[in-house]
T-cell receptor, first 116, second 113 residues
């Protein structure tokens, strides 16, 4: 079975600091996509960043970047210069089979609190 | 602007009643999905569709059904609501060309008494 594991149920970071959320997954596929979604208190699911497994370069989106280690099946999210608006649940997601993202399996999430 | 909407946003129903949750997207996406979100479980896939007349079961499909009669809509029906189906339900869509992002609706909070 394809699985996604987020081992940090809760994390806290001070404003302007950097925090890294971890995610590991299991797959026998070679080409696939990985996603980080953010769910703020409004409950809306918002895409943060996407990584294509065949690309060597780690994806970046402004203050958000990933550390993708394919051999280790690790996909961590780094948030730089944390802001109060980053307070949210963060979910790692991964398509269970095949090279498309047509279905996603989600981790159980990491609740991030950004404090003053 | 294109969007994905869900209705109702909140619903309270009684055990044994049939309930239908609506999902409508205006992106003309081929793929549509229904997830439920419960504490400690993240989001779990209930049903999904890759196009009109196509429906498939996800990992937690028991007690739920969907139908896809057009591109825009994928209603989710709880045939006989149970307390275990109290949850937050999310609809999502994606273009269907492979590797693309899923876009989520705002969610429906369902309480089964």
């Amino acid at each position: 079975a394809q699985t996604v594991t987020q081992s940090q149920p809760e994390m806290s970071v001070q404003e302007a600091e950097t925090v890294t959320l971890s995610c590991t997954y299991d797959t026998s596929e070679n080409n696939y996509y990985l996603f980080w979604y953010k769910q703020p208190p409004s409950r809306q699911m918002i895409l943060v960043i996407r990584q294509e497994a065949y690309k060597q370069q780690n994806a970046t989106e402004n203050r958000f970047s990933v550390n993708f280690q394919k051999a280790a099946k690790s996909f961590s999210l780094k948030i730089s210069d944390s802001q109060l608006g980053d307070t949210a649940m963060y979910f790692c997601a991964f398509p269970p089979k095949g090279g498309t993202a047509s279905k996603l399996t989600f981790g159980t999430g990491t609740r991030l609190q950004v404090t003053l | 602007d294109a969007e994905i909407t869900q209705s109702p946003r909140h619903k309270i129903t009684e055990t044994g009643r049939q309930v239908t949750l609506a999902c409508h997207q205006t992106w003309n996406h081929n793929n549509m999905f229904w997830y439920r979100q419960d504490l400690g479980h993240g989001l779990r896939l209930i049903h999904y569709s890759y196009g009109v007349q196509d429906t498939n079961k996800g990992e937690v499909s028991d007690g739920y059904s969907v139908s896809r009669s057009n591109t825009e809509d994928l209603p989710l029906t709880l045939e006989s609501a149970a307390s275990s189906q109290t949850s937050v339900y999310f609809c999502a869509s994606s273009p269907g060309t492979g590797g693309e992002t899923q876009y989520f609706g705002p969610g429906t909070r369902l309480l089964v008494l």
